[in-house]
């Protein structure tokens, strides 16, 4: 009968740390970051021009809810102003647009010290505001909407359960509307982000 209680005993101290861990992790994620955006260029049919992209800086935010074993789930946000060489039928020019996304997000990684991160994204990115160096505004004058997806690999690092540090190169593509004939182009660039970005728990379980 003593064998059994210390059994219990030592299980259930076993257990009582691991169960406060898991209780005392927060319940919401919220992460901001900043990172260097570069891509391919690409033919938009609906300005019958190249679109050959320079390199942006990307600010992204995102809340994320943990579903278990360094797991969450969330929604990402991301805006960049890019720069841009126009190449139409008529005219070349630089000019500028604004890029943003909304995506869904699965995270994975987290605790305290190093740790490795995979982020895998799939939602819309939007194109608008195409205007020449000038500030001459350009064709389409309304948003071009594609779906994109990306896969993002780096590493983190807990300062505290609820604070964490993440350096991560992010690979993604986009589908745009392909032209036809010798136009087609391209519609399928890719894309590469180099951020840091940093995780805050809030609330607990």
Do not use: C
């Not at 010290?113 to 004058?141: C, E, N, R, Y």
């Not at 993002?152 to 807990?158: C, F, M, Q």
């Amino acid at each position: 009968m003593s064998r059994r209680l210390l059994t219990l005993v030592l299980l259930a101290a076993a257990a009582t740390p691991a169960r406060a861990q898991r209780y005392g992790e927060p319940s919401t994620w919220l992460s901001a970051g900043i990172g260097l955006w570069q891509s391919q260029g690409v033919y938009d049919p609906a300005t019958n021009a190249a679109w050959n992209f320079g390199s942006a800086t990307q600010y992204r935010g995102a809340i994320e809810f943990p579903v278990g074993n360094g797991v969450a789930l969330g929604v990402t946000g991301t805006y960049a102003s890019v720069p841009l060489t126009y190449q139409g039928s008529l005219f070349t020019t630089d000019a500028t647009m604004a890029m943003s996304q909304v995506l869904g997000t699965v995270h994975v990684g987290g605790g305290m010290g190093f740790h490795q991160v995979i982020d895998l994204s799939a939602g819309a990115v939007s194109f608008a505001g195409l205007k020449a160096s000038d500030g001459t505004s350009l064709q389409p004058d309304k948003s071009i909407i594609d779906f994109t997806f990306a896969l993002g690999y780096g590493l983190g690092y807990g300062l505290s359960r609820s604070t964490e540090l993440t350096l991560v190169q992010e690979y993604s593509t986009f589908v745009h509307a392909r032209g036809s004939g010798n136009a087609g182009g391209n519609n399928t660039p890719r894309q590469w982000v180099t951020r840091f970005g940093v995780r805050y728990g809030v609330g607990g379980q």
